[in-house]
């Protein structure tokens, strides 16, 4: 099997016969490399309209959201024990004022967690999950807030009671592994759906992760998921991909993965970059304070920008925002696509 990787070039230093990536003008694709598992050395050759057109059709919109520039989703940590900010939003009212904080730096859809997946997490009960999650969605949607919310959860139960009070999307970090019930759930209610790839548990997803090859290993991860997905009768329009950075993978894996995210394009589903915080970073920068890792998590998210991911989950909206309309004048893109 082969796969493209498209090799992606701004806008403003691109040449008119470029082709933008699946709708996104900022992007173009200068040329198409070609990876197999049998050859070590990839191939690059010149972009092919007869068999590469899929890269550039464009995507449907996720709840209204046009994808043909990054859109930001900001996280809101519900649970005592999360790795960046665990017990901040221990209050409903606390809750829905970050949730304001976070729409008024620019999160165009809100991530509402109620179980920290960090690593050596232990699961919560799905009545707890409930509780922390279900009444501050229901109390963002009373305050006024219309903005896409996302269910950051493995749990149909947790997601349907979420999808009650309001919410849009539902982030499942086990991709449909987990919980059985989830993807009829996600079928029945036709709402957009997170798959992300991880290897192992929460308890035991960084304890010496292996792969042969980490991009084509969760490439091929990714459309399997998809394909479990459609079969279960989920429209492929609503399925976003994550190639679940942190999520058993070492430093090196994360690497080579962020190096080569563009390729996971040619799966045709939108695709969301979470990397925000992540311990990796940290370990790069020398920072082990989560916190502290803004200036790290900002230029993975330009990174995960310039390889044409469609959703950046951040938990620093305002300083992500800032940096992205930066980054997109100084490459020349100044076309109406602004973040």
């Known amino acids: 099997m082969s796969y493209r990787l498209p090799l992606l070039r701004p806008a403003g230093l691109a040449d008119g016969g470029m082709p933008p990536l699946r709708g996104q003008e900022a992007l173009r694709i200068a040329a198409v490399q070609e990876r197999t598992r049998a050859v070590a050395a990839p191939m690059e050759r010149r972009f092919d309209p007869a068999t590469d057109a899929a890269l550039t059709r464009p995507l449907a919109p996720i709840c209204g959201l046009s994808l043909v520039r990054p859109r930001l989703m900001g996280i809101l940590n519900l649970t005592p024990d999360s790795f960046s900010d665990g017990g901040r939003l221990s209050t409903v009212s606390t809750a829905v004022a970050q949730a304001k904080v976070l729409l008024q730096d ?3 859809i809100l991530d509402i967690g109620g179980e920290s997946t960090r690593p050596g997490a232990t699961e919560v009960p799905v009545g707890e999950e409930i509780l922390r999650t ?15 919310i996302s269910i950051d959860t493995r749990k149909a139960a947790v997601a349907r009671a979420a999808l009650a009070e309001g919410a ?5 970090v086990s991709g449909l592994t987990w919980d059985r019930e989830m993807a009829p759930l996600i079928a029945e209610t036709d709402v957009p759906v997170v798959l992300m790839h991880a290897q192992g548990t929460p308890q035991t997803m960084q304890e010496n992760p292996q792969y042969q090859d980490v991009v084509l290993d969760v490439y091929d991860w990714l459309r399997a998921a998809r394909d479990r997905a459609v079969t279960a009768g989920i429209a492929p329009e609503r399925i976003i991909l994550d190639a679940g950075l942190g999520f058993g993978k070492t430093i090196e894996h994360n690497l080579a993965l962020m190096r080569a995210l563009a390729i996971y394009h040619d799966l045709g589903c939108a695709m969301l970059l979470g990397a925000s915080r992540k311990r990796f970073i940290g370990s790069i920068s020398g920072v082990q304070e989560a916190r502290a890792r803004v200036a790290g998590s900002v230029a993975v998210a330009l990174q995960g920008a310039a390889q044409g991911m469609q959703i950046l989950r951040v938990h620093d909206v305002a ?13 020349a893109i100044d076309n109406g696509t602004e973040a």
């Open 319 to 331: 300083q992500t925002r800032q940096a992205l309309r930066m980054w997109q004048r100084m490459q």
């Open 134 to 148: 279900a009444p501050v969605i229901a109390a963002m949607r009373a305050a006024g807030i219309t903005e896409p």
């Open 168 to 172: 849009n999307i539902v982030n499942d």
């Open 106 to 108: 620019g999160a165009d």
